[in-house]
């Protein structure tokens, strides 16, 4: 069973920057490279929001977070990365890592593993 972890969370002024990571463990079968992970957020009072994902060396971006968010892996490592930069108090929110076979599935929330999510907050 795959499980992931988060960390990296915790509170920065506006402007500021942070690094999210997602460590994937057990088997699903499939190579870290061949399997889509991602990075999902969610506001009090709001719906769930895809931020990013990648599969092999493909990326994607929520709109709201284009340009200034960078996703990227290290498959010795198992882990994906959240490299948030220009914050702004809109972004603060809890982040979840999720990952799927499919990066289509996974841009739509249709995932097969989530993490237990991170608090992102930022300050104004």
């Known amino acids: 069973q795959v499980q992931l972890v988060e960390s990296g969370g915790g509170l920065v002024p506006a402007g500021g920057s942070l690094r999210l990571s997602c460590v994937r463990s057990g088997s699903s079968g499939s190579s870290f490279s061949a399997v889509a992970m991602g990075w999902f957020r969610q506001a009090p009072g709001k719906e769930r929001e895809f931020v990013a994902g990648?599969?092999?060396?493909?990326?994607v971006y929520g709109d709201s977070v284009q340009g200034r968010f960078t996703v990227s892996r290290d498959t010795a490592k198992n882990t994906v990365y959240l490299q948030m930069n220009s914050l702004k108090p809109e972004d603060t929110a809890v982040y979840y890592c999720a990952s799927d076979p499919s990066l289509g599935r996974l841009r739509k929330g249709i995932v097969d593993s989530w993490g237990q999510g991170t608090q992102v907050t930022v300050s104004s």
């Open positions: 990648i599969i092999w060396s493909s990326t």
